[in-house]
């Protein structure tokens, strides 16, 4: 065989392994360029579900606050008119409310006390996680029971004094705990 024919078909035959490497490789990188596109549109879409559960909770929590800190002087009053000093007036005198006055504030107190809207947002928030944010929204819906409690029972007891205030508070920490578990996670890929 002449050296031209011999150099001529080692050289087809390298241009052919080239050309099919090429090709393997140009396929693998177009792969991982549509699997990274891929991903990035679920990894948008879960990040906009994510920020919708939060923003649900986040409202029907503050829905929930902004009801309930109506009513709040109302249960204080039961509150302090169930205790062992007493309701007083402005002098200090004692004060007993009527049948009729406890039964009108506590069917208002019924009005407001249900929170299960917050308890439906955070197993939204559960659903979609992460784990962090999705258990400080277990918190917001353990404080949003809490409350609950609270207002059900101001007045059914003399140890009730003062406990829808400090659930209010107590609800209050754990919203603003999840804003911040929540705030972090939705920047932290940006």
Not at 34 to 63: C, F, H, K, P
Not at 104 to 123: C, Q, T, Y
Request: charged share 20%; glycine share 6%; proline share 2%.
């Amino acid at each position: 065989m002449q050296p031209a024919v011999v150099a001529s078909l080692i050289a087809s035959g390298v241009a052919l392994v080239t050309s099919g490497v090429t090709a393997v490789v140009s396929w693998r990188n177009t792969r991982a360029q549509s699997r990274e596109a891929r991903r990035a549109q679920i990894d948008t879409a879960r990040r906009n579900y994510q920020r919708g559960a939060y923003a649900d909770l986040v409202s029907s929590t503050w829905m929930y606050l902004r009801t309930t800190a109506e009513v709040l002087p109302l249960a204080r009053r039961l509150e302090e008119n169930a205790s062992a000093e007493g309701l007083r007036d402005a002098q200090g005198s004692q004060v007993h409310l009527t049948a009729d006055m406890t039964k009108g504030m506590r069917e208002k107190l019924e009005e407001v006390w249900s929170s299960h809207a917050v308890a439906h947002a955070a197993v939204l928030v559960d659903l979609e996680g992460p784990p962090a944010v999705a258990q400080r929204a277990a918190e917001v819906q353990q404080q949003a029971g809490l409350l609950m409690r609270a207002l059900f029972l101001a007045g059914l007891a003399e140890d009730s004094a003062g406990q829808a205030a400090t659930a209010f508070d107590a609800l209050n920490e754990a919203l603003n705990a999840f804003l911040k578990a929540a705030q972090e996670h939705l920047s932290s890929h940006l």
